[in-house]
Nanobody, 123 residues
Framework: QVQLVESGGGLVQTGESLRLSCAASGRSFLGFAMGWFRQAPGKEREFVAAISWIGANTLYADSVKGRFTISRQYAKNTLSLEMNTLKPEDTAVYYC????????????????WGQGTQVTVSS
């Protein structure tokens, strides 16, 4: 059974940092790209960042470019999202997802999803 489990969310103030992690298990993720999406209350789920299987290619939403960094830790089969200079508009539930193939900004192309972790940024 495939599982993606996010952790690391919490409540922070504007300008602070958080590091999200996603632990993958249940199958081999060889050849899978992975990504982060987020969903704020009343809004659609949106793309945040994605990374290719070998880590050479990364994609970022314009709203987080320069502030967020996505990375993979192959030995632990985990995915991370380092979030710096957080803003109130970053407040959302953050989801980890896996896609067989190249990284994509489209949530419809992802095969597996985690349950999400809440990030709240106070002003």
């Amino acid at each position: 059974q495939v599982q993606l489990v996010e952790s690391g969310g919490g409540l922070v103030q504007t300008g602070e940092s958080l590091r999200l992690s996603c632990a993958a298990s249940g199958r081999s993720f060889l050849g899978f790209a992975m990504g982060w999406f987020r969903q704020a209350p009343g809004k659609e789920r949106e793309f945040v960042a994605a990374i290719s299987w070998i880590g050479a290619n990364t994609l970022y939403a314009d709203s987080v470019k320069g502030r967020f960094t996505i990375s993979r830790q192959y030995a632990k089969n985990t995915l991370s999202l380092e979030m710096n200079t957080l803003k109130p508009e970053d407040t959302a539930v953050y989801y980890c997802a896996a896609l067989r193939g190249d990284p994509s900004m489209s949530l419809y192309e992802y095969d597996y999803w985690g349950q999400g972790t809440q990030v709240t940024v106070s002003s």
